[in-house]
Protein backbone atom coordinates (compact mmCIF):
# COMPACT_ATOMS: atom_id res chain seq x y z
CA UNK A 1 0.00 0.00 0.00
CA UNK A 2 2.96 2.75 0.77
CA UNK A 3 4.41 1.62 -2.45
CA UNK A 4 1.29 2.61 -4.35
CA UNK A 5 1.08 5.44 -2.70
CA UNK A 6 4.52 6.54 -3.56
CA UNK A 7 3.42 6.04 -7.32
CA UNK A 8 0.77 8.12 -7.15
CA UNK A 9 2.32 10.75 -5.85
CA UNK A 10 5.04 10.42 -8.23
CA UNK A 11 1.77 10.50 -11.34
CA UNK A 12 1.11 13.39 -9.95
CA UNK A 13 4.10 15.38 -9.96
CA UNK A 14 4.66 14.24 -13.55
CA UNK A 15 1.40 14.59 -14.59
CA UNK A 16 -0.56 16.94 -12.89
CA UNK A 17 -3.09 17.46 -15.25
CA UNK A 18 -6.50 15.69 -14.01
CA UNK A 19 -10.03 14.66 -15.15
CA UNK A 20 -11.35 17.68 -13.61
CA UNK A 21 -8.72 19.59 -14.98
CA UNK A 22 -9.87 18.96 -18.18
CA UNK A 23 -13.44 19.48 -17.66
CA UNK A 24 -12.55 22.93 -16.72
CA UNK A 25 -10.68 23.61 -19.66
CA UNK A 26 -13.95 23.77 -21.86
CA UNK A 27 -15.58 26.20 -20.09
CA UNK A 28 -13.10 28.95 -20.42
CA UNK A 29 -14.61 32.31 -20.92
CA UNK A 30 -14.01 34.05 -24.40
CA UNK A 31 -10.50 36.39 -24.09
CA UNK A 32 -12.15 40.00 -23.77
CA UNK A 33 -11.51 42.76 -26.78
CA UNK A 34 -11.38 45.81 -26.13
CA UNK A 35 -12.67 48.57 -28.45
CA UNK A 36 -12.12 52.42 -28.77
CA UNK A 37 -15.57 54.18 -29.29
CA UNK A 38 -15.19 58.19 -30.14
CA UNK A 39 -17.77 60.39 -30.20
CA UNK A 40 -16.71 63.42 -31.83
CA UNK A 41 -18.39 66.93 -30.71
CA UNK A 42 -17.38 70.32 -28.86
CA UNK A 43 -16.92 70.72 -25.05
CA UNK A 44 -18.71 73.57 -23.59
CA UNK A 45 -22.72 74.38 -22.37
CA UNK A 46 -22.84 76.55 -25.69
CA UNK A 47 -22.27 73.46 -27.55
CA UNK A 48 -24.81 71.20 -26.06
CA UNK A 49 -27.14 69.59 -28.62
CA UNK A 50 -25.51 71.16 -31.78
CA UNK A 51 -25.68 68.94 -34.70
CA UNK A 52 -21.65 68.95 -34.55
CA UNK A 53 -21.94 67.55 -31.25
CA UNK A 54 -24.43 64.34 -32.47
CA UNK A 55 -20.87 62.26 -31.76
CA UNK A 56 -20.80 63.15 -28.39
CA UNK A 57 -24.62 62.68 -28.07
CA UNK A 58 -24.92 59.10 -29.73
CA UNK A 59 -22.23 57.96 -26.86
CA UNK A 60 -23.87 59.39 -24.00
CA UNK A 61 -26.87 57.60 -24.87
CA UNK A 62 -24.89 54.43 -24.54
CA UNK A 63 -23.28 54.83 -21.54
CA UNK A 64 -26.39 56.01 -20.26
CA UNK A 65 -28.02 52.46 -21.66
CA UNK A 66 -25.40 50.88 -19.77
CA UNK A 67 -25.17 52.11 -16.33
CA UNK A 68 -22.12 53.53 -17.11
CA UNK A 69 -20.35 57.19 -15.96
CA UNK A 70 -18.01 59.44 -17.71
CA UNK A 71 -15.07 60.71 -15.39
CA UNK A 72 -12.55 63.66 -16.69
CA UNK A 73 -9.09 62.26 -18.01
CA UNK A 74 -6.78 63.42 -20.06
CA UNK A 75 -7.87 64.56 -23.63
CA UNK A 76 -11.41 64.11 -22.61
CA UNK A 77 -14.28 62.35 -20.78
CA UNK A 78 -13.87 58.54 -20.57
CA UNK A 79 -15.88 55.64 -19.55
CA UNK A 80 -15.97 51.93 -19.31
CA UNK A 81 -18.49 49.06 -20.00
CA UNK A 82 -18.77 45.46 -21.14
CA UNK A 83 -21.06 44.14 -23.70
CA UNK A 84 -20.68 40.28 -23.80
CA UNK A 85 -16.69 40.10 -23.88
CA UNK A 86 -16.20 43.23 -25.45
CA UNK A 87 -14.54 45.76 -23.37
CA UNK A 88 -15.90 49.17 -24.47
CA UNK A 89 -13.94 52.51 -23.99
CA UNK A 90 -16.17 55.37 -24.73
CA UNK A 91 -14.63 58.85 -25.85
CA UNK A 92 -16.02 62.43 -25.90
CA UNK A 93 -12.62 64.66 -26.63
CA UNK A 94 -11.96 67.62 -24.46
CA UNK A 95 -9.56 69.01 -27.22
CA UNK A 96 -12.32 70.55 -29.50
CA UNK A 97 -13.22 69.40 -32.83
CA UNK A 98 -10.11 70.46 -34.50
CA UNK A 99 -7.55 68.61 -32.36
CA UNK A 100 -9.26 65.08 -31.91
CA UNK A 101 -6.72 63.42 -32.56
CA UNK A 102 -4.68 63.56 -29.56
CA UNK A 103 -7.73 61.99 -27.67
CA UNK A 104 -8.13 58.79 -30.57
CA UNK A 105 -4.08 58.64 -30.32
CA UNK A 106 -3.52 59.09 -26.46
CA UNK A 107 -6.44 56.66 -25.76
CA UNK A 108 -5.41 54.32 -28.50
CA UNK A 109 -1.64 54.02 -26.70
CA UNK A 110 -3.11 54.11 -23.39
CA UNK A 111 -5.13 51.02 -23.35
CA UNK A 112 -3.09 49.08 -26.68
CA UNK A 113 -6.00 49.34 -28.72
CA UNK A 114 -4.93 48.83 -32.61
CA UNK A 115 -6.82 51.03 -35.17
CA UNK A 116 -9.16 48.18 -36.51
CA UNK A 117 -10.61 48.55 -32.87
CA UNK A 118 -11.72 51.97 -33.28
CA UNK A 119 -14.92 53.39 -34.41
CA UNK A 120 -15.35 57.25 -35.17
CA UNK A 121 -19.30 58.50 -34.80
CA UNK A 122 -19.36 61.93 -36.61
CA UNK A 123 -21.87 63.82 -38.35
CA UNK A 124 -22.11 63.86 -41.95
CA UNK A 125 -23.64 66.85 -43.69
CA UNK A 126 -24.04 64.69 -47.28
CA UNK A 127 -26.38 62.19 -45.33
CA UNK A 128 -30.36 62.97 -44.41
CA UNK A 129 -31.33 63.15 -40.64
CA UNK A 130 -31.04 60.93 -38.60
CA UNK A 131 -29.11 58.15 -41.58
CA UNK A 132 -27.11 55.77 -40.29
CA UNK A 133 -23.83 54.99 -42.60
CA UNK A 134 -20.52 53.07 -40.87
CA UNK A 135 -17.30 52.82 -43.31
CA UNK A 136 -13.85 51.43 -42.64
CA UNK A 137 -12.18 54.24 -44.59
CA UNK A 138 -12.40 56.96 -46.51
CA UNK A 139 -11.44 60.93 -46.80
CA UNK A 140 -12.25 62.96 -43.97
CA UNK A 141 -14.49 65.23 -46.83
CA UNK A 142 -13.70 68.76 -45.10
CA UNK A 143 -14.39 67.35 -41.51
CA UNK A 144 -12.07 68.91 -39.37
CA UNK A 145 -11.95 66.44 -36.62
CA UNK A 146 -11.55 63.52 -39.09
CA UNK A 147 -8.96 64.96 -40.93
CA UNK A 148 -7.06 65.76 -37.70
CA UNK A 149 -7.59 62.02 -36.51
CA UNK A 150 -6.34 60.75 -39.72
CA UNK A 151 -2.84 63.45 -39.36
CA UNK A 152 -2.17 61.63 -35.66
CA UNK A 153 -2.68 58.04 -36.77
CA UNK A 154 -1.21 58.43 -40.39
CA UNK A 155 -4.21 56.91 -42.25
CA UNK A 156 -7.60 57.31 -43.26
CA UNK A 157 -7.89 53.64 -42.85
CA UNK A 158 -9.97 53.54 -39.38
CA UNK A 159 -13.72 52.63 -39.03
CA UNK A 160 -16.20 55.77 -38.75
CA UNK A 161 -20.34 56.03 -37.94
CA UNK A 162 -21.89 58.92 -39.78
CA UNK A 163 -24.66 60.31 -38.56
CA UNK A 164 -26.60 62.42 -40.88
CA UNK A 165 -27.55 65.93 -39.84
CA UNK A 166 -28.75 67.19 -43.49
CA UNK A 167 -27.56 69.97 -45.70
CA UNK A 168 -30.80 72.84 -45.33
CA UNK A 169 -28.13 75.71 -45.34
CA UNK A 170 -27.57 79.05 -47.46
CA UNK A 171 -24.44 79.51 -49.30
CA UNK A 172 -21.67 79.91 -46.93
CA UNK A 173 -24.15 79.48 -43.69
CA UNK A 174 -22.53 75.77 -42.92
CA UNK A 175 -20.55 77.00 -39.81
CA UNK A 176 -24.15 78.56 -38.14
CA UNK A 177 -25.73 75.37 -38.95
CA UNK A 178 -23.34 72.76 -37.96
CA UNK A 179 -22.97 74.81 -34.90
CA UNK A 180 -26.68 75.03 -35.23
CA UNK A 181 -28.95 73.02 -32.84
CA UNK A 182 -31.59 70.84 -34.41
CA UNK A 183 -35.61 71.93 -34.97
CA UNK A 184 -37.98 69.99 -33.11
CA UNK A 185 -38.87 67.65 -36.27
CA UNK A 186 -35.23 66.95 -36.57
CA UNK A 187 -35.11 66.41 -33.02
CA UNK A 188 -37.56 63.87 -32.81
CA UNK A 189 -36.09 62.35 -35.91
CA UNK A 190 -32.51 61.97 -34.11
CA UNK A 191 -34.34 60.99 -30.96
CA UNK A 192 -35.88 57.57 -32.66
CA UNK A 193 -32.15 57.03 -34.49
CA UNK A 194 -29.51 57.22 -31.84
CA UNK A 195 -30.78 53.86 -29.90
CA UNK A 196 -29.85 52.93 -33.55
CA UNK A 197 -26.83 53.66 -33.76
CA UNK A 198 -25.83 52.35 -30.02
CA UNK A 199 -27.29 49.05 -31.40
CA UNK A 200 -24.71 49.53 -34.82
CA UNK A 201 -21.82 50.32 -32.02
CA UNK A 202 -22.36 47.53 -30.31
CA UNK A 203 -23.01 45.07 -33.51
CA UNK A 204 -19.37 46.18 -34.44
CA UNK A 205 -17.71 45.42 -31.10
CA UNK A 206 -19.15 42.05 -31.61
CA UNK A 207 -19.63 40.89 -34.87
CA UNK A 208 -17.10 42.93 -36.85
CA UNK A 209 -17.39 46.20 -39.08
CA UNK A 210 -18.41 43.94 -42.17
CA UNK A 211 -21.59 42.77 -40.34
CA UNK A 212 -22.10 46.40 -39.15
CA UNK A 213 -22.12 47.77 -42.24
CA UNK A 214 -24.58 45.20 -43.57
CA UNK A 215 -27.08 45.16 -41.12
CA UNK A 216 -27.16 49.17 -40.09
CA UNK A 217 -26.36 51.45 -43.42
CA UNK A 218 -28.98 53.30 -44.42
CA UNK A 219 -31.12 52.03 -41.67
Not at 43 to 71: K, P, S
Request: aromatic share 10%; glycine share 8%; proline share 4%.
Amino acid sequence: MLFMNILQKIFSALFPSSPETEENTGNEEPATMKYLIVGLGNIGNEYDGTRHNIGFRVVDALAEAQGATFQDKRYGFVCKTRVKNAELLLLKPSTYMNLSGNAVRYWMQQEKIPVENVLIIVDDLSLPVGAIRMKQNGSDAGHNGLKHIAQMLSTQNYNRLKFGIGNDFPRGGQVDFVLGKFSPEDNKAINEKVPVACDAIKAFALSGMQFAMCHYNNK
